[in-house]
Each structure stands twice: as structure tokens, then as C-alpha cells.
């Protein structure tokens, strides 16, 4: 249920309704955004007497809420999220794009990447420090060494970065140097770190889990907003299918989806999708079109070298023609997308 | 093995290695296009010995082909095919928009369809005369009625009309009045169904069956070819997976590989890859993004009383801002797409 | 809707409740079985009003359906169908094994192994004379002349013989020589076929689709018994999914699943679902252990040397083995699988 | 690669190999079993050099491993790896069922469980402390308390308990009340979980991801047997396909490969893919007959009443009767479970 309040409620005439709520033995949780006040009531079992809230002063309206997520609902909190990230906003409106290689192995290969991304119209600079690997024999990333040269390249560049958690136990530290924190596919119901990350004052990024629906994946967020955490970025990395000719299957029509059910910026990644690339502009010129409010992208100064994921990373003449052509299909699409039927209207 | 002739072979000495080529047993197959003649050798069991055929009067090459498709094959045949339907080319280069009803319901209905879907743009109309319905208690489509229909819309506005045969029974008859004939999903492997349109003199435009491979599909495409009709269109309709949120998950990767692997225009069909007519226009931008050739789209006037698929058809207006978004996207992609890895570069 | 009649209804007052029921536009479909006749009403739009038939003389009940298939339906017909072949019963209470090469290769090779299938315990014998295959340049099966084969094993000794028909053009030869029609998985939604087999004789052996929900699968069956046909045979063979250690993945929970909403019998298909010889065995026991009533395994003598499918034929001695356990097997679920929901009491 | 040292070779000469190993960087892990003492060769990269080690004294051989596993692998340890929990033996050889409800609710409800389930022919009972659920909103498990129960549980009944550890944070506390620690489905891949698993001295449950390869599942075994830890079982539990009339699609052919591959013991989850009740019997006897060493079954005495997933928990009769089932087959399996072609050798 969603409690909305009058524009003209007082403090305490919110203050009376949160205290309302939690004497019903449930959670209140403002909802921030718009000109007026909505006060969010969670963890009840069962439906909620609208009754019990509609008398009270200042009180405008009680919306029960359909969805089993709330906070990252439309229904909740009707107006886009706008994440800010050291003055880029991400989300409806704007075209982001964060790009790096993989894995960071060295402030050389960091740099020299960063500034070929920089060049051709990345604004965020992505590379694992901590790697999540199949196999406990494969390259596991740098680490702490690898977060530092991450503060490397944003001094050097101006970027912010974009880096992965793996776990509670390395999250403050993770939380430390990054300006984005990734959470992977295979940490995506990870419900220790969801619940760390909601209390992070970082922005998340939070990667769709290779065989979840996008219920289950919206579930996973409302973790991180029920935790305190609004700023929350999804990504569309693909699932796992019986198609074999591309790692996973980018399933673009989440796209839409997400836009219709929540106000959370979604963003795509077409390089893990795809893990060739030959495959990758053209999957990232889709994405664009589809409105998705920007890229992740792998890229690689030295692909056959480098120390993961070689296989699929852009070199950097190619993520150059990539931007120009995304930017290109960002312009005609004008710059807000509606949530209706036919989402986007073509400004002329 | 592709046996490439000189430019100044004499018809002779073509004749003379396709009898060289029959005499092993093989079968000779002529491939069109280009400025010189090449034969290729079908049927063989193991490797073929070049050494039987390169010694013979105006044989400039032979070479060995990898995949196992042949005639799709971009090695046997590297120019992209163009289709000719009516004076509208369908390949690389143009944008095909197909659109109409699921089912042919009425003249009156088809009419009203038709002249809505050519003003916004639409080339060719598409509506079921024969349809396959997973209940046998469902509408199965009016026949050889729909049929008389669609040949009344294509007299009545010019449009060329593409329409599904179920059966080698009413293959005849299909073949008699439609300018294109399609090949449903569910039907991708009927092969003695494949092998009557190979002896077809119309084009076939064949499904992606809906657990296919690509390899499975191009397989079922050189069935056609392998039988003498060259003028197979490719239509990407999205795959059976765990998601629920669209009713099949639109396989945007599967575009590049084509583009890559075959020589035969590929469209895509948003309609029934997603199954909900708010997914219809992202999933059309992002399938022209990726470089398909075109659209199969399903439009109709009124899609609440439609006799099959109403929930995903657009209102006529949604289709012509369909038709305007795609549009824009289609020219800043340029006429022509490459086959690079980087598959197209856009002229400024 | 099912009207049952009294035990002791007169065909008079059968043949009055048919004409009541065809004179409002239904089909009327008399089902057999059971000590009493009752008529399903099919091909009705919408909800059909049971008082129309209620005060009929010799009417019991009127019962609606619903389940979208009506007479494959436990609710249309509760007593198990048990199909008989040349004196062989495939259902409840009975172990079919069926079995044989993927495709007949010569009179000499089906002889071998239908020899050993028989010693080992195999009551039917199967194999291609018309075979699928993906790509045209592969072996297609014998046709006509590997009919004749079959007809000889028949003869020399005594089995059933069970054979894929692919097309409805060569629908009657089949019919002609086998004792079960196999319709594979790539045919099950060709509804020109089913519709063919729905007016054979023959009993139908109907593989589930690669793709197929079980509704898809029991809606197929539905159009050969509309058709007139009620001796179908429903064969799981696995279904298409991310996992590649097997060829397909056997999906053991539809057999529980057709046998409480169906009649039909469900055999299963491992050697298929496997395509590797080594989990042929494994699977076997446990689609006996799992209810099904039996079994469709290849076995070639020579399995290096077939002209399909070798890697997962079994070699007969392997074949001995398999038979012997999945009698004890057999034998200890006891003879009846109740349809509850723990669906076997074994009696001590 | 994995070195084979002589039945009488000294301390000193294994101590000998093992130095050398460590001297190229590698890392050497002793291997359990067997009369003679073996040493992997781990964290190599690229292939090791057989000659370094050949000459040294006491060395039998020098075998390269194929599998990206290593100690998880039959390659490397042969013999079945029994796992012993309070004197019970789970793996080759040995029926093993585990049972209890999904969550632990209250003591009465645990020791009312428990009773009934050990009396039906369990050995080990299961119960949810710590609960991983899609909505943070959902009941999520007693904790510590619910741990403090299973301890009564134990005391009471005298059975181990086995119950599931969620995060790195409260693994100390699991581990000091749990007898087999479960990693759920979710944290297959969650690599910080897995090594400190690794570090444990309690048995570990590892389930498959829900989309995990056999491959991924073997090598985040490897995490933990790489971490120190060699006692470890499997659990298959379904994976997430098309299929929509079980949760998830029990992968039985699962079975076979790991039983080949892997020395490790594994067992079934019939509940969780299941989904609801009706199919977890005929599950559960497949699982067996397939030749898994055990089940882990949910039970509830009034599960219409359970907090999490009573749709899919046994009432305790039919449990009763799945024991019954279950020892049948199992007894007719033999013994011992061969890993070649046909697992089983039925002794009369």
C-alpha cells in the first residue's frame, strides 16, 4: 500500500501516519521524488485496511500496490530515477556509456584503455579488480591493487568507475574506491551483499541474473531500496538459452519491460551477451533503439592478450565507430521515452 | 566443394565439368550471380579430391566448403541475394516492411488493414488464409477464401501479399495466388514441405523454427535451394526459453550471425516474438539497429474482436510511428551493411 | 462438455441427445469405454448451457470441461486407454518395450538385430524407412524398400512393427506396412498430419515436440482422436535446453503429468534424449521407475558402422542388461499406477 | 597433472616431489585414498612438464589431467569418495534419504517432523534456518534460533541435521550446529561462500545452479576440495527451462555424467524441481533408479500451514510410502554402481 500524502501535509501529519503504520506492526518508508510526500507500507502480510490510514490528517490517498515488488515499482514512485554519478546523471533522458576492459592487470593496460574509452565518448571507466571465475585456477583479478589503479585512472582521466563486489567481506573496501558498484550475475540473489548494498551510499549496478525472470530480478533490487539504497542502475547482460552461437541470449524485450514496471535506469551489456565480438555493435546499436539509457562495454587496447574475456572485448577503433553510431540512434529517438503503449515519439 | 570457372569458361567447358562432377556420383549445382560461373558439388560422402576437377578447360579454383550448408552458404555464393518481388527488392541495401491482420477475417476487414498499412508505409501485406492453431477447435482461417481475399487487396492497392502455406496438400494453391509464401515456425523441418517450395517458382519466406539452431534453420534453407529455388527470405520470429514476460525471447544475435554466415536476406518478426503489442515497437527499432532487412509486422483496426492474436497486433496508428521510427534508424545506418566485424560503417 | 448417459439409455435416446446436440452448430463425439456411453460436445464457442441437455431422457449429468483438450482429457474419459497391437497391450498395467535401429539399413541388418531385441525381451520392433534429417545431403532412409524390410521382419518373427511416417503424401504407404505410426518431433504441430492420422487405423505413436509445454502435446493427440482416431500412444524423448551433456533433456516429470490428465498411454524415448549410449541405460530405469509404460530404444549390432545415430544405439548385450532391469523394475511397482496424487501403492 | 608415487615410497621422497612442485610455482595437494599416496599438480598454467618430476625417487608416474577439474575428477582420484556423517555413509553403495520440512518454524513443528520422518526410513534430517527468498518481505527463517532447534532436533532423534548456510558472515555459526552444511542453488557461484567452505571441517551439500553446466557445478566443487575440503556431496534439484508444469526440470541424465566424471557422491532434490507434491514420488523413484545415491525430501505434517513452499512438502504418509518405493528399487540396483557403459549390474 501506498500512502499519499497532501502537498500541503505538515511534518507532523507524516510523522502521525509513519507512527500509524508502524503500530500496525509494519515498515513505513518515505518515498522520495515529486512535489508532494508518498509514505510506503511494507512487510505486512495479507492486504492492508486502507481504512485504518484514509481518516488521518493530511492524508490525500491509499493505493494498494499490485506488483510483489513495491519501491522499485511504478506504481510506488511513478517518475524516472535519475542517478548522479560525480555529475552524470544516468537514466531516462540521457545516453551513458561505461567502458574498459574485463579485468584490470596493470596501471599501463588501466590508462592506455581508459583514455582510448575517454576519447571515443565513454563517460565512465568499467574494470574488475575482484574476479568472479568459474574455475579456482583462473586469474582472480588484482584486487586491492586493482581498485588503486582504479583511483588511478580517475584522477588521471576525471572518469568515475565502475568496478564488481563479490562479497560482504570486501564490500567496504570495494565501496571505498568505487563510483559505481557492480554486482554480478551470479551474485544477483546473493542476499547478504543486497542487503550490504542497500546500505552503501554508492550508486549499484545491478547485473540480471543469467536464468532470472525479471520479476526475480526486480525482487533483488527492491533488496537494495528496502535497504535505504534508491540508487540503483539494472543491466541486461542476456540469458541462458539453448542458443549457442552467442554466449547468452540477449533478451532485449526486458528492455521495455523494466521501463514499464519500475524507474530504475536500465542499462545493457552487450559484450557478456554476446562473449564474440563480431557481435557486439551491432547488439549495442539494438540496444539503444530498443531505449535502453546506455551501454557497458568491454574494450581492450591488446585483446589477444588480455588476461580474460579476450575473446569478446572491442578494440578501440571499433568501440569508436560503436559510439558514433549509438549516438546517432539516441538522437532521433528524442530525449524521453515515454512509458506508454508506443514508447517513444519521434520529435522531428 | 565450389568449383569456380574462368570468366571466359565456354558454355562447353561448364558442361564439360558438371558431367565430370555427375560421373563421381556427385550432383552439379550452378550458382548464380557474380560475372563468372561457379558449380558447386552436392551429395558427396567425405572429402571431395580437387585434383579430379582442376585440371579441366576453364577451372580456375576449387574449394573446399566447411560448413555444412552449402548453397546458404556466404562461401559458395558471397553476394548478398536480392529478392524480387513486384518491383520491390528485399536484401541488403533496401528496408521491407510487411504488415497486415494475423488471419484474413473478411474483404472488409482485409481492405481496411490494407490501405491503413500501405499509407504508413508498409510494401507488403501479409494475412493467414491457412492457420495453424495449436487446438483443433480453433479458428483455422477461411482457405481458399482468405485466399481470393488477399488477391482482391493486392488488385485493389498495388500491394504484393505473403501468406502461409500449412501443407504440401494446398501448396498448389497457396502457390497460385500469393507473391510470397511463408513458412511457419512449426513447420521449419517439414521437409517434404521444404522440398515442394524448392520446386517452386515463388519466394519462400521461412520461419526460425522455434527451438532451432541457426545451423538447423540455414539447413532447412538449403533444402529449398538444394531443390532449384534460390529466392528464400530468412524471418527471425524469436525462441521458446524460461521467459514469460514476452511469449518467445527475440534472438537479435541470431541477425549478425546470418548477415556473417548466409547470403539470403533476414527480417524479423516483433510480433510474435513478443506476443504483446507493448513490446511491438522497441523490439522493431532494435531489429532494424541490428541490421535485419526488414519487418513482418501484424496491424489491425480493431484488435480487440480480431479472430486470432488480437493482443499483439498494432492499432494502425501505432504502425505508422512504427513505421516513422524505423525509418530514421534504417537511414543512418547506411545502404549497405558489411560483413566485417564491425558490420556497418555509417557515411556522415 | 460431457453428457453422461444412464447405464440403461436406449440408443434412441442417444441417437436424440447427438441430433440435440448437432442441431446447435456443436460436434457431438460419442466416447467409448466404461459401462455406460458418454457424448462430448465439441467445437462450441464459448460456455455451452448444460440445461440444454439436462432434461433429456436417458441423460445422467452434464459435466464442463475444462481443460482446453477435451477426449485425451481424464475429465472426458477416466478409464486408462490401452492399446492393443496384434495381441500386444500398451497402458496401464503393462511393460511395452519397443525396439530396434534408427534407421532400417538392409534386410540382412534388420533381421540381425530384430533377432536379438526379440531374445532380449522386446515386443515391438522399430525402424526408419523414411527418416528426417537435417540436412538434404544426409541419408534419408530406404523408403518404400525399407517398408518391405519391415513387412519381412514382421513376418519372420512375429513382431509389431513401428515406423515414422514423415508427410501426408506417403501417409498410406505407411499405413499400409506398419502396426504403430510414428509422428516425430518435428512433426507433432503439423496439423495436416495429424489430422491424417486421425483418420488412419493404424495406432499413432505421437513424440512430444523439442519445444513442447504438455498442453501443445496433448492438444496434438487431441486432433487425431477429433479425427476420429483413439489409439494414440504419447512418447516423451526430452526437450531442448541450455544443457548440453545430453542431446535433449528428458523431462521425467511429464510422465506423472499425462498420466493424471490423460488416458492416453506415455512411453518414453531415452536414446534420443541422451544421443550418447552411456546414459541410454541409466534413463531407462528410471522412466520405468517414474510410471511410463515402456520404452522405444535403439539398438544397431554394429552401432560403428550405422548409417544414423550410432553414438547412442545400444549394442544388443547392453540391450539384455537394460531389459533385465527395468523388469524387476516393472514388477515391484506392481501392475496398476494409480492416478492419485502418490501414484503407486506397491503391494507387498 | 597428477603425480603417482610408488606403494613404498618414503615420507621423505613425497615430501621430495612435493617441494619441487611448489619450486615451479605451483601448488601440490595431497591426494586421499587408496594404497598409494598421489599428488596434483594445481594452479598451473599452460601444460606442466611430466619430465621434471619423472626421475625424482618414489615416482611412479606422471598422469596429465584433461578435465578443467582436477581433484573433483575420476581422473585423478578413481575410487568413490564415502562421505561419513555420525557414522552414517553417504555416497557408492549406501541409500541415503534425508527429509524434514523447508523451514524450520518452531520446535514442536521440528521435533513432530522429525519423529515422523526418521520413523519412514530417513537417516538425516533437513530443515531451513537461514532462508534465501526472492522477496525481502517473505519469512526468512528463524536464525539462530532455528539452528538452536536442529540441535534439539539432533539430540532428541539422534539424526545429523543438515540445514543451509547463506552467507560468509553467519558460515561460523551454521558450521557449529549443522552435520551437513548446505550451499543453495542460488550461491553455487558464490566463490567467497565455496572457499570458506573449503576451510570447513563439516560435510558440505553443494546443489547445481539453477542454470549451472555440469562443468560449472564440478569446478565450484573444486573451490572447496582446492580449499581443503574433500568432503562433499552433490545435489541435483532441477534446472530453470521452458517447462512450466514442474518448477524446474529434473535433469536426471545429470546423474550418470557426474557418477563418471566425478568421485563424488550425489543425490536428488525431487521437491524443488518439483514444485508441487503430486510429482515428487514418481521423482523420487526415478532418482534412485537412476542410480543417485539418495534423496533430500521436503516433508510437512500440515503443509497447507507451512511457512515456505508447502505446495511441494510430502505429508508424512506419503512419505512413508516413498521410503518403501525407493528401498525396492534400490535394493534391485545391487550394491555397487559400476561407472562404465551400463552402470549396473543387476546380481540375481
Redesign the interface.
Known sequence: MLIVMDKKATPQEIEAVVTAIESKGYTARSIPGGERVSIGV???EGPVDASLFMGLPGVKDAIPVTR???LVSREVHPEDTIVDVGGISIGNGHLTIIAGPCAIESEAQALTIAKHVRHAGAQLFRGGAFK??????SFQGLGEEGLKILAQVRETTGMPVVTEV????TFDLVEEYADIIQIGT??M?????LRRAGRSHKPILLKRG??A????WL?AA??IL?GGNAQVILCERG????????RN?????????VL?ESHLPIIVDPSH??GR???V???S???????AHGLMVEVHHDPGNALSDGAQSLYPQ?FE??C??IK??FN??GNNVDRC??????AE
Do not use: G
Open positions: 511494507l512487510n505486512n510483489p515488488y513495491k568472479p571465475r568459474t574455475s579456482p585456477y563479490m562479497d560482504f567481506e551470479r551474485n540473489q546473493n542476499f547478504s551483499l543469467m536464468a525472470t525479471i520479476e526475480e525482487m527492491e533488496y528496502e540469458v541462458r538459452t539453448f542458443v549457442h552461437h552467442s541470449t540477449l533478451d532485449l524485450s526486458a528492455v521495455p519491460v514499464k551477451a554476446a565480438r563480431d557481435q555493435i551491432p547488439l546499436r539494438a540496444s539503444i533503439a530498443v531505449a571499433q565507430e560503436l558514433d553510431q546517432k540512434i532521433i529517438l503503449e508506443a514508447p517513444i515519439s519521434i
